[in-house]
């Protein structure tokens, strides 16, 4: 069950968003009274209520909004329990000293904005004795491992516990929180007033992940990064997933580069199906790998993980789908693919990451005249040297004409929309411009690109290819491409609108 966080300044507006949510049914909202502004007005928030509601009124320490004095505080939360609130929340300090009444069920709940604590048994065995109907931990995540022992807590509970970790490294446990017995988890009712940290909206969490439909059963997969909450591989991989009626969901996790050798050594305990690897750790995850395909021993780079009981395996579908997206562009202008008579010949790839080397490596391998150019250039000077090609210092690559231009940096990612690799001026009709940036398509660089006159490949073409590719590998069936796009384009034209 998704319990949803009501938090406005005016009773109306709470009212009017309790009584949304039930008619799209939601069975469970928070209401944030320490959101609400001049008196509160309980007994009018209850009346006719169209589905269950919790009492909750934060301290600042709490992460709330509360701006009277404690007593005050007490007396709203013991008014919600007089007046038969549902659930009413208790903070585990203040729980001993307001006594249980009528049929009111107690949540007695800790908050910890710097991190999750060692002893997390410790902590819920302290607040089972609080007289609690329901234990709520909710602590910040600095590490994968967190997430793991917060789940593992709410698997072994005794009583009704919901346990998540906050923070963009949390965000998974919101997501499997019902599979490990949670009675609920929460969402907010809008992406842009998050309650906590970490928070997602209902809907997301309804529609892009199926909340409702995890099971302990359901196979984990996901996007490994740092960052990720630009990522939209959970929408196009979950939709691939709906659509082929396949009992897995699809997660981001942050993980620093610190922490990718305690994420990788315990993949068993989440566990994990399969994984997406993008920056930084496209060559870092090969530590771990059993066995690998001939483009991630080509490349040294990996961008796809299948676990299962014979090991680790890796696969590069980013090299692939770079070369199959240009091919399908020069075919669409009347060529036969990239050696043609559209005379692409030359090529520079910019860029020096995981993505770079692959595309690099393709395209040499297709007999192509490849240069690599990056900020770093001790690190494009390396990829060169490997897949035997040139490099060039950054600021050399408007020397040389060149038939394709790829942009293989995270430059022009949203929200940096307004950044390009290639000054507009270098920009010559000849050219065909391709930019693996898939979010938003229509990149700074691709706008003044078509503007110039060029031929263009966007990185929605190459993410469906790679994305479809990494469905195949995981499920052994083809990918519903078809629904990957859509799903793609449908959520890039919401931030955009959302922008």
């Not at 919101?174 to 907010?188: I, M, N, Q, S």
């Not at 692939?320 to 043609?340: E, P």
Request: proline share 5%.
């Amino acid at each position: 069950m998704i319990c949803v966080g009501i938090g406005r300044g005016r009773h109306r507006h709470v009212i009017a968003e309790h009584k949304f949510l039930a008619e799209n049914g939601i069975r469970l909202v928070e209401l944030r009274l320490d959101f609400l502004q001049g008196a509160i007005q309980i007994k009018r928030l209850l009346r006719d209520r169209p589905c269950a509601a919790i009492m909750t009124c934060r301290r600042p320490v709490d992460g709330g909004h509360w701006q009277h004095d404690e007593p005050s505080r007490q007396l709203v939360l013991r008014t919600a329990i007089g007046e038969g609130v549902d659930y009413i929340d208790l903070e585990d300090d203040i729980a001993a000293s307001i006594p249980r009444f009528g049929s009111t069920r107690r949540i007695v709940s800790h908050h910890n904005f710097q991190l999750t604590p060692p002893d997390l048994h410790s902590l819920a065995a302290r607040l089972v004795d609080q007289d609690a109907d329901i234990v709520k931990i909710a602590t910040m995540a600095n590490h994968p491992s967190d997430c793991l022992r917060m789940m593992e807590l709410v698997r072994t509970s005794t009583i009704p516990m919901v346990g998540i970790c906050m923070g963009e490294i949390g965000m998974p446990t919101r997501v499997l929180a019902g599979a490990c017995g949670a009675p609920f988890t929460y969402a907010t009712f809008h992406e842009d007033r998050v309650l906590a940290p970490g928070q997602i909206g209902w809907r997301q969490m309804q529609n892009v992940y199926r909340y409702d439909a995890i099971t302990p059963a359901t196979r984990i997969y996901g996007v490994v990064a740092d960052p990720v909450g630009h990522s939209l591989s959970p929408v196009v991989h979950n939709a691939a997933l709906a659509a082929s009626q396949i009992d897995g969901v699809y997660l981001p996790f942050r993980v620093p580069a610190e922490q990718i050798d305690d994420f990788l050594i315990d993949a068993v305990r989440w566990p994990l199906a399969g994984l997406s690897v993008t920056l930084p750790h496209k060559e870092a995850v090969l530590r771990y790998v059993t066995q690998a395909d001939d483009l991630v021993a080509a490349v040294g780079a990996a961008n796809t993980l299948k676990f299962s009981s014979d090991g680790v395996a890796a696969f590069n579908t980013d090299a692939t789908a770079a070369v199959d997206s240009l091919d399908a562009t020069l075919r669409d202008h009347g060529g036969d693919g990239l050696v043609d008579v559209l005379g692409v010949k030359t090529v520079l790839v910019m860029g020096a990451g995981g993505a770079a080397r692959a595309v690099a490596f393709a395209l040499r391998k297709r007999g192509l005249d490849v240069t690599v150019a990056a900020r770093t250039g001790e690190r494009a000077r390396r990829i060169a040297e490997e897949v035997g090609c040139k490099a060039i210092d950054w600021e050399g690559r408007y020397r040389t004409p060149y038939d394709c231009l790829v942009n293989a940096t995270p430059v022009g990612m949203h929200p940096n929309v307004n950044d390009t690799p290639f000054d507009k001026d270098h920009l010559l009709p000849y050219m065909v411009v391709f930019d693996t940036v898939y979010n938003p398509e229509n990149t700074l660089l691709i706008k003044q690109a078509r503007a110039a006159g060029c031929r263009l490949v966007t990185g929605v073409d190459m993410f469906v290819r790679q994305a479809a590719i990494q469905f195949e590998i995981w499920q052994g069936s083809p990918a519903p491409e078809q629904v990957m796009r859509e799903a793609l384009k449908r959520a890039t034209a919401s931030a955009k609108q959302h922008d």
